[in-house]
DNA sequence: CTGAAAGCGCTAACAT
DNA sequence: ATGTTAGCGCTTTCAG
């Protein structure tokens, strides 16, 4: 910086604020150094930067982002949203550990974001008190039902269950399946949906619940369909916690013979890649992640630019659409 | 710090050295130490760290992460193997623009990072003075016809493409057609691959390459068997560029009433998510994604150890794995 | 609108 | 094995 500060024939801190507040500087000298940085091919040092400001002016986004999950789209959306700002955003993988978690969190915390974006797993942080004592604005991204620690948005997972398995019954489906992952509050509110919704159509019942485990989605349905080879014919549908869970449960189908939705009712739930094919294969319940994504953006910035801060999380519609596994 | 040392008794640098190399600091100053630190629970702060040592321990993974391709099994092996070790990662999207790719490569770089690890889809990277310029490692993830700039490990798409054809050709597939996406190299190579393998069986017909393009891959996938409508008694499989593709190939074929694999074979490429079922629906190119980021974050360690960088891009096999879709 | 001085929190290099 | 000194490259604060 001093380089391009001497060539311009101006003081290093001119410079500094040619790239920071421009406004704050003459057209002639901003001009003049934004040429000679062009030049030489000046880049600013980060780490300098954030020790002197005192502030990184990155979003940390922290999320199971090396899980396959929908969480691309969420990224996406985050990453619109932020475009040609002058926030740049460090993503994280988070596991499915809390402990983990938190040691993220304080590494992040440690390094002075300027906000952060945080899907977590874990329903009660170990990292709450680390959180609350923090400056700089955290949107979480999740389920409406918990009180977020600062901001939030997310669906009720719990509804959109119910309303995934209604459409299930009013498909004339009667023995329909649960075929769940994960212990985090997302899954046990789509299993409550689930359960919701059955008890009061009379037909609750336990055994019909299952548990996803191990490898790979895809293998985890189909497995779930070749294991209940027996009881299938007490079953007549799936309800899936994820649309990799659901293909796997229609490949398993396909390949036993069984018709898929004639004997079959499959559905599956994200929805986010068949959204926009008009003839969808796959019922599934729509979760809007690139908003929700975009929407967590959109507080980060506003909380910086104005200091507003919405007290209640934002709850996003959810949809049910209708794809060829469950229209009979 | 300067607390902490004051609380422990020590000076700071006593403090720094117990963090980052302890067995310089007597196992009772060490012990003390960190018990402040836990104490206090201190932290520290990296970019004061990477400001003082010039380099900031992170090494940047920048790949089209958003892209839904197969990089996460990529970015898994890259976790592995970095786990546990001191440096940290740092995933950057990078999408299908060389001029933004340099850019961010631009910014990257200018925060001295300990290695780089590019997925690059520009054939040419508009960077290549700047990565040769620079003292860290670079790990191109690639095709290995090409020469990377630094280090390089990838497999032979063009093989592995042509490998596919064959197999196609051997289940007594004849009009076999293509479809493609993107123009980068790794997208040419299966393309040069596809013309082989069906130039040599004097089956090679230009009208039935097709270039995906717009929306998501599932859909393209589902519109071109539908587009196909009339031509499609001609074509009896499909080649697809990805997986995702693929299932859209499948379930077009599905709602059309078309036999797969009877009528339609179909195979894709990269078979990561189906790979370990072991009655895999979908016949695919199997591509070691997650070994090839293990590797790649292996060379990086080795080099900064020990300094070793081999002058071959490191290839590694594929494989060919038959699935339900084209096993007639 | 521009500049001078001071210092962000840490580590490299050089002592001891 | 531990400490001292200097300074990483930038921005803050205060002056003009």
Redesign the interface.
Request: charged fraction near 25%; glycine fraction near 8%.
């Given at each position: 910086m001093s380089d391009v500060a001497r060539i311009a024939g101006v003081s290093p801190i001119t410079v500094s604020r040619a790239l920071r507040e421009p406004h704050k500087v003459s057209d002639k000298l901003r001009e003049q150094i934004l040429e000679v940085i062009e030049d030489i091919g000046y880049?600013?040092?980060?780490?300098?930067r954030?020790?002197a400001s005192r502030h990184?002016g990155t979003v940390a986004v922290l999320a199971p982002?090396?899980e396959?999950s929908g969480f691309?789209h969420a990224?996406?959306g985050i990453?619109d949203r932020f475009h040609s700002s002058d926030v740049t955003t460090?993503?994280?993988?988070i596991g499915l550990d809390a402990a983990e978690e938190a040691k993220l969190i304080?590494?992040f915390?440690?390094?002075?974001p300027a906000g952060i974006i945080l899907e977590s797993v874990a329903e009660f942080p170990v990292n709450k008190p680390l959180i609350t004592e923090l400056g700089c604005p955290v949107v979480q991204m999740m389920d409406t039902s918990i009180t977020p620690l600062d901001m939030g948005v997310g669906i009720r997972n719990r509804a959109a269950a119910k309303a995934a398995v209604e459409h299930l019954l009013s498909k004339g489906y009667r023995r329909i399946a649960l075929l769940g992952g994960g212990k985090d509050i997302r899954s046990r509110r789509r299993f409550e949906g689930y359960q919701d919704a059955l008890a009061e159509a009379g037909l609750y019942d336990p055994n019909y619940v299952f548990e996803a485990s191990g490898?790979?989605p895809?293998?985890q349905g189909?497995k779930l369909v070749f294991d209940l080879g027996k009881r299938l014919p007490q079953i007549d549908a799936v309800f899936c916690h994820n649309d990799?869970l659901a293909?796997g449960v229609y490949?398993g189908a396909?390949?036993i013979g069984l018709k898929v939705p004639e004997d079959l009712g499959i559905c599956g739930y994200n929805g986010v890649?068949?959204a926009?094919?008009?003839?969808s294969?796959l019922t599934s319940v729509y979760v809007p992640l690139y908003d929700m994504g975009y929407k967590a953006a959109e507080m980060i910035m506003r909380y910086l630019s104005e200091g507003e801060r919405p007290k209640k999380a934002v709850e996003l519609p959810f949809e049910i659409i209708e794809g060829?596994s469950t229209r009979r």
């Amino acid at each position: 910086m001093s380089d391009v500060a001497r060539i311009a024939g101006v003081s290093p801190i001119t410079v500094s604020r040619a790239l920071r507040e421009p406004h704050k500087v003459s057209d002639k000298l901003r001009e003049q150094i934004l040429e000679v940085i062009e030049d030489i091919g000046y880049v600013p040092n980060f780490a300098a930067r954030a020790l002197a400001s005192r502030h990184s002016g990155t979003v940390a986004v922290l999320a199971p982002i090396l899980e396959m999950s929908g969480f691309f789209h969420a990224a996406h959306g985050i990453e619109d949203r932020f475009h040609s700002s002058d926030v740049t955003t460090q993503f994280a993988n988070i596991g499915l550990d809390a402990a983990e978690e938190a040691k993220l969190i304080n590494l992040f915390v440690a390094q002075n974001p300027a906000g952060i974006i945080l899907e977590s797993v874990a329903e009660f942080p170990v990292n709450k008190p680390l959180i609350t004592e923090l400056g700089c604005p955290v949107v979480q991204m999740m389920d409406t039902s918990i009180t977020p620690l600062d901001m939030g948005v997310g669906i009720r997972n719990r509804a959109a269950a119910k309303a995934a398995v209604e459409h299930l019954l009013s498909k004339g489906y009667r023995r329909i399946a649960l075929l769940g992952g994960g212990k985090d509050i997302r899954s046990r509110r789509r299993f409550e949906g689930y359960q919701d919704a059955l008890a009061e159509a009379g037909l609750y019942d336990p055994n019909y619940v299952f548990e996803a485990s191990g490898s790979s989605p895809l293998e985890q349905g189909m497995k779930l369909v070749f294991d209940l080879g027996k009881r299938l014919p007490q079953i007549d549908a799936v309800f899936c916690h994820n649309d990799r869970l659901a293909l796997g449960v229609y490949f398993g189908a396909q390949q036993i013979g069984l018709k898929v939705p004639e004997d079959l009712g499959i559905c599956g739930y994200n929805g986010v890649d068949f959204a926009d094919v008009e003839e969808s294969p796959l019922t599934s319940v729509y979760v809007p992640l690139y908003d929700m994504g975009y929407k967590a953006a959109e507080m980060i910035m506003r909380y910086l630019s104005e200091g507003e801060r919405p007290k209640k999380a934002v709850e996003l519609p959810f949809e049910i659409i209708e794809g060829a596994s469950t229209r009979r």
